[in-house]
């Protein structure tokens, strides 16, 4: 009961749910000083645990805390403090081995995992629910400053705009279980998710992203002869749908451009806007092009908008341009080399188990890439971290169970990694008994 108590309390901070979310000052503050107060956890992930793609998160975390901070000293202008500060976005990374690491310590049972991360994603679309129905109007606000939770635009009206890493994956799970272990309450379950995203989050990227990831998970899921009905299915109603939006946004008609971004609200023009002042202020250089110029932090003695010259500057509206606007193309570079090995790993791990939440845990770093146009990676790298931290775990929980099954196996309780008994007599020369065929 402690580990799962303990999971239930740990597994938020390091997924950043309360990261922006300044409306809750505790949890908003502690989320913020989580990569430092579990920086022994990280220090033992890396020295101690063998874990994959180790090297390439050292790189990236090397390059965005060490690097990039130094180049906004020679490009903002940043002094050293102010510097070190922009690298608070950048440090959840580390939580692949701070997560790995008290995994291995705790050694939960992969129903205690399963239970903790599921239940969140109930009590996310239960919680989402129930302030949409039950807070006044007069709470929701109009600015960013005022909370992020709440939030009234003229475009989409009042919306609830939750934290949804555990309803996402949620939502990948229900979708992998109603192909493999078809059931009516699943299959209800999946749509009426979207419904619910539709009505309060309203978040267009997020949910299209989801769409494209839960019509994907389904797909693989199915045996071969339907998957290649579902695919020509698929391939049908997208060109009906692309059709029936080119019609919508009056792509057969004159005025196409005026009514897409008409559609779009506001948004579109502040990104335009956005793009454009990056851009020029990157200008010719070969040298900003390349490593970027880092940032500037909102606490500092300069801000990115005192910088640029403009109240309307938004990076993290940018997608990967805002990537390339801070830590240049090798950043960018690394940043998407970490999340398609990281997608790898966990495909690789739900291979491996069969298990569906390890499906949709590789499901959801699929979703992380295909929305980064929009969101970019680097402002909640801790999403990465726990899932590819879960699914390594429960990979070699799984490899540990299967390898306790045959005889002549131990494992090792430092990486979970299975080890073949050799007996007395392999060792004086006789014949081994029970020993494993090579």
């Known amino acids: 009961m402690g580990v799962v108590l303990v999971l239930a309390a740990t597994l938020p901070m390091f997924a950043q749910v309360f990261h922006y979310m300044n409306e809750l000052p505790p949890t908003y503050y502690m989320s913020k000083a989580w990569p ?22 050292l790189i990236f975390l090397a390059y965005a805390l060490g690097f990039t901070p130094m180049i906004s000293v020679i490009q903002l202008g940043n002094d050293f403090f102010d510097a070190m500060t922009t690298t ?15 995994l291995a310590m705790l050694a939960p049972a992969p129903k205690a995992v399963r239970a903790v991360m599921i239940g ?37 009206g009042y919306r609830v705009y939750m934290p949804m890493f555990f309803g996402m994956i949620l939502v990948f799970y229900l979708a992998r279980c ?6 009516l309450l699943r299959l209800i379950a999946v749509p009426t998710a979207f419904v619910i995203m539709l009505v309060i989050y309203k978040q267009r990227m997020a949910i299209g992203g989801a769409v494209l990831v839960t019509a994907y998970a389904m797909l693989v899921s199915l045996p071969a002869q339907l998957r290649r009905i579902a695919i020509g299915a698929a391939l049908i109603a ?23 971004q008409e559609s779009l609200g506001g948004s579109l023009t502040v990104r335009q806007n956005s793009l454009s002042l990056a851009a020029g202020f990157l200008g010719d250089s070969a040298l900003r092009w390349s490593f970027g110029v880092g940032a500037a932090t909102r606490f500092g003695t300069v801000s990115m908008r005192d910088i ?32 398609v090995w990281g997608f790898i790993i966990a495909l690789k791990a739900a291979r491996v188990t069969g298990d569906p939440l390890v499906m949709a845990l590789s499901d959801y770093v699929l979703y992380l890439l ?51 008994v050799v007996s007395r007599g392999a060792v004086s020369g006789g014949p081994a008994r029970n020993a494993p065929v090579r």
Not at 36 to 57: K, Q
Request: proline share 6%; aromatic share 14%.
């Open 238 to 260: 997208a060109c009906a749908g692309l059709a029936a939006g080119a019609y919508k946004f009056g792509l057969f008609s004159g005025g196409a451009a005026d009514q897409v």
């Open 36 to 57: 430092f107060i579990t920086l022994p956890l990280s220090i033992y992930g890396i020295a101690r645990l063998d874990l994959p793609g180790r090297n390439i998160f």
């Open 308 to 339: 640029i010259g403009d109240n309307n500057f938004f990076i993290a509206d940018l997608g990967w341009p805002g990537v390339v606007f801070e830590y240049g193309i090798a950043g960018a570079i690394l940043l998407a080399a970490i999340h």
């Open 178 to 183: 109603a192909v493999m272990k078809p059931n």
């Open 370 to 420: 295909i929305t980064s146009a929009v969101y970019p990676l680097i402002f909640v790298p801790g999403e990465l971290g726990v899932v590819l931290a879960v699914a390594v775990y429960l990979q070699r929980a799984h490899e540990r169970t299967e390898a306790m099954a045959r005889p002549g196996v131990r494992t090792s309780p430092r990486v979970g990694r299975a080890h073949p």
């Open 88 to 102: 608070v976005k950048a440090w959840p990374v580390s939580y692949y081995f701070a997560l790995s690491a008290l």
């Open 120 to 156: 969140y994603g109930w009590g996310t679309f239960a919680l989402m629910i129930l302030l949409f129905l039950v807070v006044p109007t007069s709470w929701y606000g109009t600015k960013p400053e005022d909370g992020k939770l709440l939030i009234y635009e003229i475009e989409r």
